[in-house]
T-cell receptor, first 114, second 112 residues
């Protein structure tokens, strides 16, 4: 089955710790995205990547880092610099296209700070 | 991306049509209207999108007014599983390529 997988479903972070959220897709999509969602709010874009070895900051990139070494994978690291990391993190992917191609989302990772 | 305005919540009886409105009065000519929905604690799900013409797929219909300043998502026979937050998004390519701006959306509650 084609789709996007995110792991883990729940992740706990201690103060001062970096944690990495996994996102994998087998849809052969070029573009991948990371969003953050806080309770009762819409999604906010953290980082996106249109092609391997290239990525761009979104609206709230501070305290986060990404890499895109493979087309299928776009891991997100929440660093200790992110002071309020508790949120629901969503990964998405889309084909390259002339206008905002449809994005397909993974099931999400819920990050909690201990 | 053009700003979109949606009612915060709506109710619908099971089996009836759910009509969800969206206002996008500042939409530009190259911006598409996209609809996604998010069931509690899951990732958003694509529903439908359109530019000028009305569109229909297996999930829903999208009606866009002639001046493109508003649209309506229609779920023809709502079920309890359609209870979700529905997001209307206007987006184009170029510098905003691939970027979806999610607002607060409309919480649709389908009741028996």
């Amino acid at each position: 089955d084609g789709g996007i997988t995110q792991s883990p479903k729940y992740l706990f972070r201690k103060e001062g710790q970096n944690v990495t959220l996994s996102c994998e897709q087998n849809l052969n999509h070029d573009a991948m995205y990371w969003y953050r969602q806080d309770p009762g709010q819409g999604l906010r874009l953290i980082y996106y990547s249109q092609i391997v070895n290239d990525f761009q900051k979104g609206d709230i990139a501070e305290g986060y880092s990404v890499s895109r070494e493979k087309k299928e994978s776009f891991p997100l690291t929440v660093t200790s610099a992110q002071k309020n990391p508790t949120a629901f993190y969503l990964c998405a992917s889309s084909k390259q296209g002339p206008v905002g191609e449809t994005q397909y989302f993974g099931p999400g990772t819920r990050l909690l700070v201990l | 991306d053009a700003k979109t305005t949606q009612p915060p919540s709506m109710d619908c009886a099971e089996g009836r049509a759910a009509n969800l409105p969206c206002n996008h009065s500042t939409i530009s000519g190259n911006e598409y209207v996209y609809w996604y929905r998010q069931i509690h604690s899951q990732g958003p799900q694509y529903i439908i999108h359109g530019l000028k013409n009305n569109e229909t797929n297996e999930m829903a219909s999208l009606i866009i007014t002639e001046d493109r300043k508003s649209s309506t998502l229609i779920l023809p026979h709502a079920t309890l599983r359609d209870t979700a937050v529905y997001y209307c998004i206007a987006t184009a390519g170029g510098t905003s390529y691939g970027k979806l701006t999610f607002g607060q959306g409309t919480i649709l509650t389908v009741h028996p």
